[in-house]
T-cell receptor, first 113, second 111 residues
Framework: QQQVKQSPQSLIVQKGGIPIINCAYE??????FPWYQQFPGKGPALLIA?????SEKKEGRFTISFNKSAKQFSLHIMDSQPGDSATYFC????????????FGTGTRLKVLA | DTGVSQNPRHKITKRGQNVTFRCDPI?????LYWYRQTLGQGPEFLTY????????KSRLLSDRFSAERPKGSFSTLEIQRTEQGDSAMYLC?????????FGQGTRLTVV
């Protein structure tokens, strides 16, 4: 019930394409869902986040879509660039009780020039 | 730079030695987390502090691992009698509310 399932494991798109990464969770007590971007040898960097009372959030080229009833959320990267090539992690956060983040297993994205 | 700072960035140690890592969180953040990340995996929760109190510890953390956060500021993570299976990236994160910010991590290699 504490798991966050992420797919796909890896993704290759052409420059300008729209990669979509999906995550699913079980625990309805999660109340905050961030996405992190990680480059090799670096720590994860917070990219964008959403709360379950919102169905969509956009920040620049990054959009989160959230489906509360299906317990799923996804990251869309518009007009993807080679510099977006990185590993992306979704996470779910319990804002009461444990205050900890549960991470998905990551999606390695490669954007071809 | 007011981000989360971790030291050292890299540590190579012989099996059986003790190692200690340090994390300096963003100054006003009262919550501090330690995570472990192995190659190709997402970060796994190890432990969490609110101010100086260690409020949760993962079952992943054997008794060889100990973490402290004296005075609710910086934190240290110590691993005693290191094993090859301890080789990983150790990540520290801090938060005030829901947004957590990670440091660059400490890459531990046990040889």
């Amino acid at each position: 019930q504490q798991q966050v399932k992420q797919s796909p494991q890896s993704l290759i798109v052409q420059k300008g394409g729209i990669p979509i990464i999906n995550c699913a969770y079980e625990n309805t007590a999660f109340d905050y869902f961030p996405w992190y971007q990680q480059f090799p040898g670096k720590g994860p960097a917070l990219l964008i986040a959403i709360r379950p009372d919102v169905s969509e959030k956009k920040e620049g080229r990054f959009t989160i879509s959230f489906n509360k009833s299906a317990k799923q959320f996804s990251l869309h990267i518009m007009d993807s660039q080679p510099g977006d090539s990185a590993t992306y992690f979704c996470a779910a956060y319990l804002g009461s009780g444990t205050y900890k983040y549960i991470f998905g297993t990551g999606t390695r994205l490669k954007v071809l020039a | 730079d007011t981000g989360v700072s971790q030291n050292p960035r890299h540590k190579i140690t012989k099996r059986g030695q003790n190692v200690t890592f340090r994390c300096d969180p963003i100054s006003e953040h009262n919550r501090l987390y330690w995570y472990r990340q192995t190659l190709g995996q997402g970060p796994e929760f190890l432990t969490y502090f609110q101010n100086e109190a260690q409020l949760e510890k993962s079952r992943l953390l054997s008794d060889r691992f100990s973490a402290e956060r004296p005075k609710g500021s910086f934190s240290t993570l110590e691993i005693q009698r290191t094993e090859q299976g301890d080789s990983a990236m150790y990540l520290c994160a801090s938060s005030l509310l829901a947004e957590a910010f990670f440091g660059q991590g400490t890459r531990l290699t046990v040889v």
